[in-house]
């Protein structure tokens, strides 16, 4: 539900924002999910859970595609914190499908989401980085190693940097809403 808030502040609310929500509670009675039933501290069985949880993606996608008014080739994928490595996987499974990318305080080390392979075309795919300079959560030093993981498999991630911990301030929503709308091409107003 946090996501959903974002939709009036990215590229002017010109936009259809789809959030699937992660199958499994935290705790009862939060209203707070995740994409792993594993306990934390079960390394490999949550970072099997996320590659699996980005392939789910390509098919939440895919019936996205058929139940709303999406143009197929305008479709950005946006994760936060877990949701980042999702995307991840999603987006490199099947970058054709996707005009870009964006990774918020975020981590793609192997030991949390499992290891990333790039598809045929993941190369040409724009990725926005951002990160928290005080983000206690996931230490910013995790948007280095991922925009150099992503560099590795070939792709050429932007990396910003923000004074936020960790959460989307005003000033990253309007770094992300003129990126967004920049790879969408859409006409944008201030």
Known sequence: MDLVGLTPMLADGKLLVICPQAPYLV??????????DAP????????????KAGADIVAFVDEAFAQYPVDPK??????????????????LIAPQRFAGLALISTTLEDEWIGELHASPGADKLPVLIQHGASDSTVPVTEAFSSSIRLQGLGLK???????????????SAHS???????????EHSH
């Open 27 to 36: 705790e009862e009675g939060a209203f707070s999910f995740s994409w792993s």
């Open 40 to 51: 934390r501290d079960s390394n490999r069985a949550n970072a099997a859970a996320i590659t």
């Open 74 to 91: 305008r479709v950005i994928l946006l994760g936060f914190s877990q949701g980042g490595g999702v995307a991840a996987h999603a987006a």
């Open 157 to 171: 991630p932007e990396l910003q940097q923000f004074p936020m911990a960790h959460e989307i301030s005003h000033e």
């Open 176 to 186: 992300l809403s003129d990126w967004i709308s920049a790879t969408l091409k859409l």
